[in-house]
């Protein structure tokens, strides 16, 4: 159980265009999403916090306008990057929070495979 | 002060040995504390979650939380070369409604053959 799909795992695509990544829980519904974006070789940072129904809450920095996130339902998020330039070239991962938790938990949070961005 | 703080590493320990990684915290309200393991290029994984003080046992895996000196650590026994990756330290913060993961930098373990 708790799965979260990426699409895609990778895209390649020019300066200036859009890309859509989705963000999907599998077998659990998540009220809360969160989308981080990951550099080679350093931690993940966290972008925003998504709740279903309601608007992204964005982390200090984070261009709202350029990295759009609409969660319309209980299993999807997507994260849209307008206007893509090549320094947003980076690993784009989502999560969802379970709650309540399986196994005992009271709060996980489980992490999709990841999305790969490049912009030529 | 980092909110989360971990050794970057590298750690080595010899194939068979015990791996000690230690974590940090900075926000004594937090309650949920979690180790994921980070394989290069691939997405986070979840090894385990600890709420309450002590000790908690998974397989090879103890994970160790003391509150008092917000302090969390992940112990894994009779380590192997495909536990090489990097480890993943997160605390939950809930501050003003919103709730959210912090994560550490990571610590790198090399489990050498």
């Known amino acids: 159980g708790a799965v979260v799909s990426q699409h895609p795992s990778w895209v390649i695509c020019k300066s200036g265009t859009s890309v859509k990544i989705e963000c999907r829980s599998l077998?659990?519904?998540?009220?809360?999403m969160f989308w981080y974006r990951q550099f080679p070789k350093q931690s993940l940072m966290l972008m925003a916090t998504?709740?279903?129904?309601?608007?992204?809450?964005?982390e200090q920095g984070v261009e709202k306008d350029k990295f759009l996130i609409n969660h319309a339902s209980l299993t999807l998020s997507t994260l849209t990057v307008t206007s893509a330039h090549p320094e947003d070239s980076s690993f784009y991962i989502c999560?969802?929070?379970?709650?309540?938790?399986?196994?005992?938990?009271?709060?996980?949070?489980?992490f999709g495979p990841g999305t790969r961005l490049t912009v030529l | 002060q980092k909110e989360v703080e971990q050794n970057s590493g590298p750690l080595s320990v010899p194939e068979g040995a015990i791996a000690s990684l230690n974590c940090t915290y900075s926000?004594?309200?937090?309650?949920?504390f979690f180790w994921y393991r980070q394989y290069s290029g691939k997405s986070p994984e979840l090894i385990m979650f600890?709420?309450?003080?002590g000790d908690k046992e998974d397989g090879r895996f103890t994970a160790q939380l003391n509150k008092a000196s917000q302090y969390v650590s992940l112990l894994i026994r009779d380590s192997q070369p495909s536990d090489s990756a990097t480890y993943l330290c997160?605390?939950?913060?809930?501050?003003?409604?919103?709730?959210?993961?912090?994560f550490g930098t990571g610590t790198r373990l090399k489990v050498l053959a």
């Open positions: 999560s969802a929070r379970e709650w309540p938790g399986l196994a005992g938990s009271t709060d996980t949070q489980y």
């Open positions: 600890i709420y309450s003080n």
């Open positions: 997160a605390v939950n913060i809930a501050t003003s409604g919103t709730y959210k993961y912090i």
């Open positions: 998504s709740n279903e129904g309601s608007k992204a809450t964005y």
């Open positions: 077998d659990f519904q998540a009220t809360t």
């Open positions: 926000d004594r309200g937090s309650q949920s």
